[in-house]
């Protein structure tokens, strides 16, 4: 199946640019993210460590059960997508999936390695933790100070009306609740390195 059903690397930014609106608005419906229907693709980074999106597509698509969701997955999109192409609807997903993901590893990684350097002490959430109150890690300050943070794309500052943002507003005002912890988005810049097929974090600020 791998070697029959894959992205088309090499047209990435153009799906991305394209398709993006379509994930936005439709892939929490479908639930086609959802680690019930695909697993936790962000534990899979944090454990393989895939270099580029090549490498993170193969690691993981190798694995019989994998390969078993994602066709379950192309299902739903197609049925959702009847007149697209079944080549659109992989890409799409890819995008949805593999790329978004990829992105949030490491820019995650990014700003928990500038945390630690400076003595920041950094505690990463569980999918089970993340799924719940929406923090993607825990941080303590040198003098003592608990902080959620939950980590975006500086884009979804000036686009956070969507459902699944809403809800994390939520799951967040939950955290508060239950351990009397402020949360702080850390919004990032990156760019995407179309030769090397990953991306480039460029900076980040954190905001309330």
Same mark, same amino acid.
């Given at each position: ?14 799906y991305k640019q394209t398709q993006h609106w379509w994930v936005s608005n439709n892939f929490d419906k479908l639930g086609l993210g959802d ?19 090549? @490498?993170?597509?193969?690691?993981? +698509?190798?694995?019989?059960?994998? /390969? ?8 739903? +999109?197609?049925? #959702? ?25 490491? #820019? ?19 999918k089970t933790f993340d799924k719940k109150y929406a923090i993607d890690f825990v941080i303590i300050s040198p003098e003592g100070v608990k902080?959620?943070? /939950? ?12 459902? &699944?943002?809403?809800?994390? /507003? ?11 912890? @402020? ?8 760019? &995407?390195?179309? @030769?090397?097929?990953?991306?480039? +974090?460029?900076?980040?600020?954190? @905001?309330?």
């Open positions: 199946m791998a070697d029959i059903i894959k992205p088309d690397f090499n047209s990435i930014k153009y680690v019930k229907n695909i697993g936790s693709l962000m534990d899979f980074c944090h454990k393989k460590k895939p270099k580029d999106l090549e @490498d993170f597509w193969w690691k993981w +698509i190798k694995l019989p059960s994998n /390969q078993k969701r994602f066709l379950n997955l192309l299902s739903i +999109i197609s049925k #959702a997508r009847p007149r697209t192409t079944e080549k659109d609807n992989i890409n799409t997903l890819f995008i949805g999936l593999f790329y978004n993901t990829l992105l949030g590893y490491l #820019a995650e990684s990014k700003i928990a390695e500038d945390l630690l350097s400076k003595n920041y002490k950094v505690y990463k959430s569980n902080t959620g943070v /939950q980590v975006k794309s500086d884009n979804s500052r000036y686009n956070n009306s969507t459902n &699944y943002i809403n809800r994390n /507003q939520y799951k967040m005002a939950k955290f508060k609740d239950k351990f009397n912890i @402020d949360t702080i988005y850390a919004y990032y810049t990156h760019s &995407y390195d179309g @030769d090397n097929k990953t991306f480039n +974090i460029l900076g980040y600020s954190f @905001d309330n």
